[in-house]
């Protein structure tokens, strides 16, 4: 469980990483007020015919008419170096305290057996089970 959540972090850390830092182009080409095509990274089709489309005596006669484009853009981030010397001491020393106080949490203890090698047990003089009557049956 504890490795599946992991790699799912992982994944998604990834994945806005990723998505932060592309360019992000989305363009609608719009007739009459109405959204008729949307673009993602690509130019919007347009419905309508080529309008543009004027002969050489016509060339000062611009015609209105009721389609246009929009398009939005969304710049990414181009520096995702941060220098750790920008943070002032009194911050790094909370970072640091924090960091190690809070990954102390998740550490297991070590058991450790104590073994008393230079110190022999006691020698008995007398049987204790037999002294005060416990058997084990």
Not at 36 to 65: N, R, T, W, Y
Not at 68 to 75: G, K, L
Request: glycine share 4%.
């Amino acid at each position: 469980m504890k490795n599946l959540l992991h790699k799912l972090f992982s994944v998604s850390m990834a994945l806005l990483l990723l998505l932060s830092t592309i360019s992000w182009t989305v363009e609608k080409h719009m007739c009459m007020g109405r959204i008729m095509d949307i673009a993602l990274f690509d130019q919007a089709e347009s419905c309508c015919p080529d309008i543009g489309f004027v002969s050489l005596k016509d060339e000062g006669i611009k015609k209105e008419h009721c389609c246009h484009n929009e398009a939005f853009t969304m710049q990414g981030q181009d520096n995702l170096t941060h220098n750790f010397s920008d943070v002032s001491f009194s911050q790094q020393v909370f970072l640091v305290s924090f960091t190690s106080s809070y990954v102390g949490l998740f550490r297991e203890p070590i058991l450790k057996n104590t073994v008393f090698r230079s110190y022999p047990p006691p020698l008995l003089d007398k049987d204790l089970n037999i002294l005060h009557q416990v058997f084990l049956i």
